[in-house]
Each structure stands twice: as structure tokens, then as C-alpha cells.
């Protein structure tokens, strides 16, 4: 199995930077090659994609304005990923998700806990 955990979240003030961790852990994600990602939910809204990066590093960020602002990475020594996030807006807040799936499979099926990103006007 996959575990899933994250930390890192809190309240800023926009224009403000934050980062995420994701701490994975499991039988599955030590023996498997693991894609991970961030997704977030604002209140009243779908879950929506931010990042991904693959188990061999290539990298998608779901819109070009996460694309300048936010830097998604990830340290398979340590089964660590990470989200860095700068010139925050308060349209970012919302709950952000880390997930992971087997590089073979199309969906993501292993899901954190969340942790909640404000940022304030």
C-alpha cells in the first residue's frame, strides 16, 4: 500500500510563498515506480490538477500561471515531493492533495490527508 502524508500548509498573505511536503511511505511505493501530484479543492469547487512529476522526473503543471509560480519536485531517496509556491494569490486557497499512482496505471488512486493553503488579501 501507499501512504500519503502532507504538511506544510498554513495562512499567508498574498504575494507571500509557501512550500508542501508530501511524505510517501508503503510497500507499494517502495516497489513500484510511483508517479506523484498536487491537486487542490477551493470551497465550492471540483478538485482540480496543479503538478505532477513522474517517477523519472518529467514534469506538468496544469496552467501557466502555476507554471511561473509554482515549482513542483520530488527526492526519491528520501520518498519526499515537494511543492514550492511564490507570489501567492488569495484564488489559491484551498485544501492541496498529494497523490500518487503506479507509473502503469492511468489513475490516481492513493490520496493524503490534505492540508490547508490560505492566503489572505
Known amino acids: 500500500q501507499v501512504q500519503l502524508v502532507e504538511s506544510g500548509g498554513g495562512l499567508v498573505q498574498a504575494g507571500g510563498s509557501l512550500r508542501l511536503d508530501c511524505a510517501a511511505s508503503g510497500r507499494t511505493f517502495r516497489n513500484y515506480a510511483m508517479d506523484m501530484a498536487w491537486f487542490r479543492q477551493a470551497p465550492g469547487k471540483e478538485h482540480e490538477f496543479v503538478a505532477s512529476?513522474?517517477?523519472?522526473?518529467?514534469?506538468?503543471y496544469h496552467a501557466d500561471s502555476e507554471k511561473g509560480r509554482f515549482t513542483i519536485s520530488r527526492d526519491n531517496t528520501k520518498n519526499m515531493m515537494y511543492l514550492q509556491m511564490n507570489s501567492l494569490k488569495p484564488e489559491d486557497t484551498a485544501v492541496y492533495y498529494c497523490?500518487?499512482?503506479?507509473?502503469?496505471?492511468?489513475?490516481?488512486?492513493?490520496w493524503g490527508q490534505g492540508t490547508q493553503v490560505t492566503v489572505s488579501s
Open positions: 512529476v513522474t517517477w523519472n522526473n518529467r514534469i506538468q
Open positions: 497523490a500518487a499512482k503506479r507509473m502503469d496505471l492511468p489513475d490516481w488512486n492513493y
